[in-house]
């Protein structure tokens, strides 16, 4: 029985929704007699199903008297689980092998060294210093190359000179034409040539006025001739007529026969004039013809000569050419240059006036060409998807890949089996060729150098978030299924 001070006595119970919740008056609750009128009275005697509606429409009744921004929050809690779902099964995320690496030269390292040797004049580098192709490492001490080349470069130009002027010769120009490379380097020589060139043409036109006027001599040789031979023509034809006017009247005796006889001789005179005449009309042809000939041989031979000349001293300048290719040659070689872009690296001479050995190695450079090379470390576990030409992205340690970002670059080579190290592990050799060859950072360059350790990520492919979450689960279930 409940004392007088039990609140459950003095209080009655507010858990049901009506009046057959309340007990009746005079009931004990502590008495598992009066508990059981209380349930019957309440849910009757039909057994657990109809207690468990009765409990189920208590839930609906009690829901309904919910607020209404507890319905909006369970309605968006349901919503963003719903939407979460969606977005986990379609959206997709980058599926990557890691493996850790350095990088290392894209290209053998060089070995600078010199041909001849010498004496160190002057180092323009340090180690470490980073040097672009073509650019000037050591000079060595010039011991007369310079003098030869400049020498043998200004003779190179006076032939050039000389060619020109020749070919005007040969070609029967009225002027030579210099290249704007020989006007520049020999002006003198080309002045020279320019005066040489005038005084052969002057000489030229002097020998053609005299064949010239020796061939209009010999051609008035033979107008003359011409002329007389025909005056000795009209002159027998008079003495002719005068001789056949005379006959007859000596025939009669009306005139003297030594008149006769004076004009018979008179004709043969004249006869023998005309046959000299005429026997001096080729020879003084043939004079005219040789005269012409003289004339036209004085410009070919003219010309003949320059050709000539000009052979010879384009074989000169063929071997002043390779004179001059040798001398440029070693004149270059007194300044040792880089033959690619890269860093300086085991500098071997320090001290100015130090002696080169020929064919020694003076220092090393590391190309830096257009791309660098990683090397990377990859598990065998990850390798099955990795295949050249995948993209990548290479992380330097030591910039900080949410502060300077990394270089993106793609798989150049996979070594075809496993490498085991000195520790016994397993791994295979990835190379990795990055796009970059440096980090740009607030417009500054940050460089790059063989050796610096980085972390290559490698993509392998894509998946869902779904997949991604499933993943743990499914591999327990598939490990669970196959226990024994």
């Known amino acids: 029985m409940l004392g007088a001070n039990d609140p459950r006595k003095q209080q009655p119970q507010q858990s049901g929704s009506g009046p057959e919740s309340q007990p009746a008056p005079g009931m004990d609750l502590s008495n598992a007699k009066d508990w059981e009128k209380i349930h019957k009275d309440t849910f009757g005697a039909k057994g657990p199903t109809d207690r468990f509606s009765a409990y189920a429409d208590k839930f609906l009744v009690a829901d309904d008297e919910l607020p209404l921004h507890r319905h909006l929050q369970l309605l968006v809690i349901c919503a963003t689980i719903f939407v979460f779902l969606v977005w986990a099964s379609f959206a997709k995320i980058e599926q990557t092998a890691r493996g850790e690496g350095k990088v290392i030269p894209s290209s053998e390292i060089q070995e600078i060294q010199h041909q001849e040797g010498g004496t160190v004049d002057a180092i323009m580098v340090k180690e470490g210093q980073k040097v672009q192709m073509g650019e000037v490492l050591l000079r060595l001490r010039d011991v007369g190359a310079a003098s030869d080349l400049g020498s043998s470069q200004a003779k190179y130009m006076g032939l050039q000179a000389k060619i020109a002027r020749l070919q005007a010769e040969a070609e029967g120009l009225d002027a030579p034409k210099f290249s704007d490379d020989v006007m520049k380097a020999a002006p003198q020589s080309v002045q020279e040539e320019?005066?040489?060139?005038?005084?052969?043409?002057?000489?030229?036109?002097?020998?053609?006025?005299?064949?010239?006027s020796q061939l209009n001599q010999r051609a008035q040789e033979v107008n003359e001739i011409t002329t007389k031979i025909s005056d000795t023509n009209r002159v027998i034809a008079l003495a002719q007529d005068e001789i056949d006017m005379i006959r007859p009247l000596v025939d009669r005796g009306s005139a003297p026969k030594r008149d006769l006889l004076q004009m018979d001789q008179g004709m043969a005179g004249h006869r023998t004039d005309l046959n000299g005449l005429r026997a001096a009309l080729p020879r003084a042809r043939a004079a005219v013809a040789e005269a012409q000939a003289r004339l036209n041989d004085a410009a070919t031979q003219f010309k003949s000569k320059a050709q000539a000349e000009l052979a010879q001293t384009q074989i000169e300048v063929q071997s002043i050419g390779q004179t001059l290719g040798a001398l440029e040659d070693k004149k270059s070689r007194t300044e040792i240059r880089s033959p690619v872009d890269g860093i300086v690296k085991d500098l071997k001479i320090n001290t100015v006036g130090g002696v080169v050995k020929p064919a020694e190695t003076v220092l090393e450079i590391v190309p830096t060409n257009d791309t660098l090379?990683?090397?990377?470390?990859?598990?065998?576990?990850?390798?099955?998807?990795i295949?050249?030409?995948e993209k990548a992205m290479v992380k330097l340690t030591a910039y900080d890949f949410s502060i300077y970002g990394g270089m993106p670059g793609e798989v150049a080579d996979i070594s075809a089996d496993t490498i085991t190290d000195e520790k016994g592990q397993s791994f295979y050799r990835?190379?990795?060729?990055?796009?970059?060859?440096?980090?740009?950072?607030d417009g500054e360059e940050l460089p790059i150098i063989p050796g610096m350790v980085a972390t290559v990520d490698i993509l392998t492919g894509e998946r869902t978030v779904m997949e991604?979450?499933?993943?743990?689960?499914?591999?327990?279930?598939?490990?669970?299924?196959?226990?024994h």
């Open 387 to 389: 295949y050249p030409g």
């Open 373 to 385: 090379l990683v090397e990377a470390r990859i598990r065998p576990a990850d390798i099955a998807f």
């Open 430 to 441: 990835v190379k990795v060729r990055t796009k970059v060859t440096t980090i740009k950072h």
């Open 468 to 483: 991604y979450l499933m993943k743990p689960f499914i591999k327990t279930v598939d490990s669970a299924l196959h226990e």
């Open 194 to 212: 320019l005066n040489t060139f005038r005084a052969d043409k002057l000489s030229l036109n002097s020998e053609v006025d005299v064949l010239r």
